[in-house]
């Protein structure tokens, strides 16, 4: 059975920075996506980060430029780097594995991240 578990999640200023982690744990024959997502309270899950299989990236428009996904294929985790965070940056962010294009997945358990002089 395939887990994902999150850290780095926590309180930060305006500004600031976090690192998030996600490692998967089990046996996972084929990636076809890796992820970041996040939900606000009151609001949709929404997708901030992915990376391909192939090592292409997408973001969501309101985090270019401030955050940054990557991986370490052989440890299977990936990483969410925030830069100049914003309190509107703040929710719960889950990290998502895809084995094929239309796999639901597997979801981590969710970290808090809240942006807050």
């Known amino acids: 059975q395939v887990q994902l578990v999150e850290s780095g999640g926590g309180l930060v200023q305006p500004g600031g920075s976090l690192t998030l982690s996600c490692k998967a744990s089990?046996?996972?024959?084929?990636?076809?996506?890796m992820g970041w997502y996040r939900q606000a309270p009151g609001k949709q899950r929404e997708s901030v980060a992915t990376?391909?299989?192939?090592?292409?990236?997408l973001y969501a428009d309101s985090v270019k430029g401030r955050f940054t996904i990557s991986r370490d294929g052989n440890k299977n985790t990936w990483f969410l780097q925030m830069n100049s965070l914003k309190p509107e940056d703040t929710a719960v962010y889950y990290c998502?594995?895809?084995?094929?294009?239309?796999?639901?997945?597997?979801w981590g358990q969710g970290t808090q991240v809240t942006v807050s002089s």
């Open positions: 998502n594995i895809m084995r094929w294009a239309a796999d639901v997945g597997y």
């Open positions: 089990g046996v996972i024959r084929t990636i076809y996506r």
């Open positions: 990376i391909s299989s192939d090592g292409r990236t």
